[in-house]
């Protein structure tokens, strides 16, 4: 018998709560059935979800920062999930996962569509916080300095709930998908790993994105391949702590 | 009173609902929302009526109204509120309490709605917005019901932090009561967990507080109508509690 959200064509809105909810007989059809739409339509919504995210992370720098911001962000997301598309479709299978490169694909971007969703959510929420604090032309050196670092953790924070979203239910679709709790674990952990790696790198080559007060604004820095993501994380916690 | 005929005895309590029936199981959830009259009262006396009615197909009327009940308590408040300082904070301090909790829900609506998704719950978009308004109402329904205290406390004291600390006491009690009926809906629609449901009432309270502060003064007056600089609101707190009580002869100073 088909459900509503199973008959749900492809380019339909009331997927991503079907996907939210992690609704395991819709999702592992769609997986199964694999269309170019589909995969536009959640390629879509991830540049919409992350690309609201990233305008107000940058509007506090400056508005232009914000316009780089949403450029940045979905296309950082975009091209962590095509570039390790290939690895991931390789590893499922030798970890236990029976499934083909196009599900892995369409699975990793299932998640990140997930993601993008709390993202693009939680993006009037940080906006309410940025216009709160004091104006970034007004603001003394010291007091920049501090609100630039809680909006960096403020975009840490936002993106580890929004990926332990993403995740959780990728870990529930794996787990359908092969039926072996160790399998999914396995596939999702190495694909975890993967994202990561390459993500944060083409985060710390495509910064800035929050903007530091110091430096101009920017779509590019001209150092973009000097020092890496997890460096700078400490840094700003040590701002915030001192 | 007639005591012709006295009733031998008391007439029955009607029986309590098990909050496990499924919305509808019961004839009284099925009872029709005419008006926002009979709205507010189902929203105080048989909330599973209101929560059964808003996944109607006729629950967008409902709402409606639901939002201009909520609009108007907030008004009533807020002239309240005004009434401590006076002048043009009569128009004032309801025109921001209005307008500060509308942006505040519509603000925490999107995180609600993907939130209730991600614990599980069928709820629609235009059902958790039911949710975030009958939250609202019942709020500031009971805002009303305080009015009279706030009133009499407003009219007999010059602190403002004082009137400050009653009105949040005020909000924090009417909000919670709003919050129970927010809890009670997600429960009804299928929501597998709550831990989402308490991140957000946090969120919500945390932006309801900020919003205080981003449009003050409420209580107090300015020649601004918006604050020229931007405070947390713990901060804008601690510095009102390190000022001197305002003077009393003039309500301008308030």
Redesign the interface.
């Known amino acids: 018998m088909t459900t509503p959200s199973q008959a749900l064509p492809p380019l339909a809105l009331g997927q ?2 079907t996907l ?3 609704e395991p007989g819709p999702i592992q059809l769609w997986i199964g059935d694999w269309r170019a739409s589909r995969v536009l339509f959640y390629a879509a919504v991830t540049v919409a979800g992350t690309a609201a995210f990233g305008l107000v992370l940058g509007a506090w720098r400056d508005p232009m920062q914000g316009v780089y911001t949403a450029i940045k962000f979905p296309l950082i997301v975009l091209l962590t999930a095509m570039g390790n598309g290939l690895l991931n479709g390789m590893l499922a299978p030798l970890l236990g996962t029976n499934i083909s490169f196009r599900q892995s694909l369409l699975a990793v971007l299932m998640s990140f569509t997930i993601a993008a ?2 993202l ?6 940080i906006y ?2 940025i ?5 970034f032309s007004g603001a003394l050196a010291g007091t920049a300095l501090t609100i630039h670092s809680v909006i960096y953790l403020g975009l840490v924070a936002a993106m580890a709930v929004a990926g332990l ?1 993403g995740n959780v239910r990728l870990l529930q679709l794996l787990r359908r998908i092969s039926g072996n709790e160790g399998a999914a674990r396995r596939t999702l952990f190495a694909w975890l790993a993967g994202n990561l790696f390459l993500g944060s790198q083409l985060a710390w080559m495509a910064r800035p994105f929050v903007g530091a007060p110091h430096l101009p604004v920017e779509f590019l820095r001209p150092n973009a391949l000097e020092g890496n993501f997890y460096e700078s994380f400490w840094q700003h916690l040590q701002q915030i702590f001192q | 009173m007639n005591e012709s005929q006295p009733s031998a005895t008391p007439p029955p309590i009607p029986p309590t609902i098990n909050s496990a029936l499924p919305l509808g199981e019961h004839p009284d959830d099925r009872l029709p929302i005419t008006g926002p009259v009979t709205a507010v009262e189902a929203l105080l006396r048989q909330p599973r009526r209101m929560l059964f009615q808003l996944r109607q197909s006729g629950a967008a009327k409902i709402i409606a109204g639901l939002l201009l009940v909520a609009v108007l308590c907030a008004a009533v408040y807020g002239l309240v509120v005004g009434s401590f300082a006076g002048g043009a904070q009569y128009w004032i301090a309801p025109v921001k309490i209005v307008g500060g909790m509308v942006v505040a829900a ?3 609506l ?2 609600l ?3 209730s ?2 614990a ?3 709820a ?1 978009l235009a059902e958790v917005f039911g949710l975030v308004v009958g939250l609202l109402v019942l709020t500031t329904i009971l805002l009303i019901g305080f009015a009279p205290v706030a009133w009499v406390f407003s009219q007999s004291t010059n602190s403002i932090t004082a009137m400050g600390f009653l009105h949040l006491a005020f909000w924090a009690v009417a909000t919670f009561f709003g919050w129970r009926f927010l809890k009670n809906g997600f429960a009804h629609l299928s929501a597998q967990s709550m831990g989402a449901l308490y991140v957000w009432i946090c ?1 919500f309270v945390l ?1 309801c507080l ?1 919003m205080t ?2 449009l003050r003064p409420i209580i107090g007056t300015s020649e601004d109508f918006f604050p020229k ?4 609101f713990l901060a804008h707190w601690f510095e009102v509690l390190e000022q001197r009580p305002a003077q009393p002869a003039s309500a301008t100073q308030r």
């Open positions: 991503i709560p939210l909810r992690g969703a709390v693009g959510a939680c993006a009037p929420l309410f916080a216009w709160n604090a004091p104006k979203a | 519509l603000i925490c999107p995180s709605y993907i939130f998704c991600l599980g719950s069928q629609r969120i932006v900020q502060t981003a600089e931007k405070k947390f």
